[in-house]
């Protein structure tokens, strides 16, 4: 039934199902899995659109053209107003009203001088319920006319329970079939949380036997590469750095190092705060995977990072003779061409790209190590593809963050990952001094600016918006560009940087900073992720208010990089407690795990994980933090059905592996 056309439902006839489909519902499965948005509870303060009275008149039907019939029926409430029930081809709806008896609508109203219209009205009895679902409005087809359709549908399922029994017994959770009726025409609050909670299980539940079964696939030994340990080479390359690695760099190493010679394959995530050196960890671990005759692949958020890291591993490969190669947006297209000719050689080969090298079309042999930084931007599906582009051979990973996840909550979402951190930050790392400005008190910041400029320094200055907007009271990086330009550092060299210019020009200015030839880089948050700037000496970040406290201290972490020591400015505009107690947060504090924390607390779950994450995961009922305790439930019997290890438990497996693909799909909705 549930693959079954839409046209199928009574009701729904050529016109409507087109419409459905052009929604993406084509199927009756598609339909009931268009879940409502929220719910009018009608009973309660909300009585607005309902009416209650008693029918005075049912007009006779009449027929405004071919295709069109109108029925109307006449109520009258106690306080004496009438209402004039409205439906369009639906003429049997004239049975369902007697007159004199007394009836409670509700629908779309529309108020005029005599009467309340209301049109397609249901009858409230017809739910058996006084709540009623909203549901995401699709043009071309009214609400009523969506709920009456949805109850027949809902009325006549028989849904497969896609979670084990074991479970619904053990956790007395409602079975799928009653949780889809319930989702959408719930009796009460009760039977609604009921649903909720069922939902929020499974999809939780499915995250997890898909996290395992992901490590399953790449776990499994007879497929993992045995690499062979180029210690002398890695010694050389060690020694031409110009600096030595920090004991918790050489222990991370050493880690990656002792898997890579194992059978088992890596999957391993590298944390470490801004600034701790990830980057040279991941090359050196890249270097012994090449000298195997592997390729390997670094994925990194933005463009800018990307041609950072390239140009990084040119410079620190080149005595080594081992070709890097850039795929990003803007590289062209003829030598797009010719990297990915070259991807389907022999010859190893280090990649660095954005997701563009997610594209299909990019095929990569013998890939043997997948790096991926700043991690926390990619969803679970992404990785999954690009794991899946090394065919064969089950390839390493390393996923690099330098945001820390509260240790609890990491240790459910990454239970399958091996973890290696970098706590100790570089000796010749400097101090950056944090301090607060008012957004009045330019005149101090332009003397910060103009002091650290004529030592010979460079400055960030980072503001939330791009260009003025009139409704927000914020800097927008235009608008500082101008203020800066009639100020007393006009004749400084001052640039911009933000997210709406084309990726060759975002280059073109990033490399003249880095050359030194912009002394004030003005910008939105595109520089936050991995930006390496060894003189850059000053962090201004207008509007800091806005701005999370893990996002500026990733913001703060651009600076202080090189020998010189950094000033973080914080300049904000508006002083309500919360921002005085995050502004004092970050200046008592530099550590990234425990400001992540501090994040959590006042933000909430989505903003550490990114919105696009919560997006790819599946996530709709379920949040990560809130529900940590239907999460470690669902931890106890993935334990628990795996050691009843029935040929029903395997069949769930089995399932969920068939569903990976859609799993999206059927779990996501609206
Ligand atoms: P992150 O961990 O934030 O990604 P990076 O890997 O970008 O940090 O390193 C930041 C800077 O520190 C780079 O310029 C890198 O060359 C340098 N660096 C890395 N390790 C060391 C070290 N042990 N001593 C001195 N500088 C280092
Ligand atoms: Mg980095």
Redesign the pocket.
């Known amino acids: 039934m549930l693959d079954k056309n839409i046209i199928s439902v009574k009701g729904v006839g050529k016109k409507y199902s087109e419409i459905f489909a052009q929604n993406g519902i084509h199927t009756i499965e598609d339909l009931i899995m268009y879940f409502p948005r929220g719910y009018d509870f009608i009973n309660s303060s909300s009585v607005k659109s309902v009416f209650e009275g008693i029918v005075t008149e049912v007009l006779r039907d009449v027929s405004v053209r071919k295709n069109l019939v109108i029925t109307t029926i006449k109520l009258r409430n106690d306080s004496g107003r009438n209402a004039k029930l409205i439906y369009f081809n639906k003429p049997y709806m004239k049975h369902s009203f007697i007159l004199g008896n007394r009836y409670k609508v509700y629908g779309t109203f529309k108020e005029t001088k005599n009467y309340v219209e209301i049109l397609n009205g249901e009858k409230i009895k017809d739910f058996a319920s006084e709540i009623v679902p909203k549901y995401k409005t699709i043009k071309g087809i009214g609400s009523t006319y969506l709920i009456s359709v949805m109850n027949t549908v809902i009325n006549e399922i028989n849904l497969e329970e896609n979670l084990p029994r074991e479970i619904i017994e053990r956790r007395s959770l409602l079975s799928l079939n009653d949780a889809v009726i319930n989702i959408h025409f719930p009796k009460d609050k009760a039977s609604l949380e009921e649903a909720i909670n069922r939902f929020k299980y499974q999809e939780l539940m499915y995250f997890f036997v898909k996290t395992r079964l992901l490590k399953n696939k790449l776990n499994r030994k007879e497929k993992g590469i045995k690499y062979k340990i180029f210690t002398q080479e890695l010694i050389d390359l060690k020694e031409s750095l110009d600096?030595?690695?920090?004991g918790d760099?050489n222990k991370a190493i050493k880690q990656i190092l002792i898997e890579q010679k194992t059978e088992d394959s890596i999957n391993r995530l590298l944390q470490?705060?801004?600034?701790?050196?990830?980057?040279?960890v991941a090359f050196i671990t890249i270097f012994n995977v090449l000298l195997n005759g592997y390729k390997a692949c670094m994925i990194v958020p933005t463009e800018i990072l990307a041609v950072q890291h390239y140009n990084?591993a040119l410079k620190l490969f080149e005595k080594f003779n081992i070709k890097v190669r850039l795929l990003v947006g803007s590289v062209k297209d003829k030598e797009k061409k010719s990297i990915k000719e070259e991807l389907k050689g022999e010859e190893p080969i280090l990649l660095i790209g954005t997701h563009a090298v997610l594209e299909d079309d990019v095929e990569i042999y013998k890939l043997g190590y997948i790096v991926f930084?700043e991690q926390h931007r990619f969803g679970v599906s992404q990785r999954s593809k690009l794991i899946h582009k090394g065919k064969g051979e089950n390839c390493d990973v390393l996923v690099?963050t330098?945001t820390p996840i509260p240790r609890t909550l990491f240790l459910y979402i990454y239970n399958d990952m091996d973890i290696s951190s970098?706590k100790e930050l570089?000796?010749?790392?400097k101090k950056v001094e944090t301090i607060h400005v008012k957004s009045e008190d330019k005149d101090s910041i332009y003397e910060i600016l103009k002091k650290e400029i004529d030592k010979g320094g460079q400055c960030y200055m980072v503001c939330p918006l791009i260009e003025e907007n009139e409704k927000l009271d914020l800097t927008s990086v235009e608008s500082l560009y101008e203020e800066l330009k009639s100020s007393p550092l006009s004749h400084y060299k001052i640039d911009i940087l933000h997210g709406k210019m084309d990726n060759k020009t975002k280059n073109e200015v990033m490399d003249k900073f880095k050359n030194g030839d912009v002394d004030i880089l003005i910008s939105t948050t595109v520089i936050e992720v991995?930006i390496?700037v060894?003189n850059a000496t000053v962090m201004v970040i207008q509007n800091a208010e806005r701005f999370g406290l893990s996002q500026i201290h990733q913001l703060r972490?651009r600076i202080g990089?090189g020998s010189k020591e950094g000033t973080c400015v914080l300049v904000t505009n508006s002083m309500n407690s919360v921002t005085r107690k995050r502004i004092s947060t970050l200046l008592s504090s530099n550590d990234g795990f425990y400001l992540a924390e501090q994040d959590l607390k006042i933000r909430g779950s989505g903003d550490v994980f990114g919105y696009k994450q919560h997006g790819d995961t599946g996530f709709v009922f379920a949040d990560i933090i809130n529900d940590i305790d239907i999460l470690r439930k669902v931890r106890e019997d993935i334990d628990y059905i795996d050691s009843l290890n029935t040929t029903e438990i395997q069949e769930f497996y089995i399932n969920v592996q068939r569903k990976l693909d859609t799993i999206d799909k059927t779990i996501c909705f609206n």
């Not at 570089?426 to 790392?429: A, F, T």
């Open positions: 600096f030595s690695l920090t760099q470490g705060d801004v600034g701790s050196g990830k980057t040279i990084e930084d690099m330098a970098i570089p000796s010749n790392r991995g390496s060894a972490g990089r």
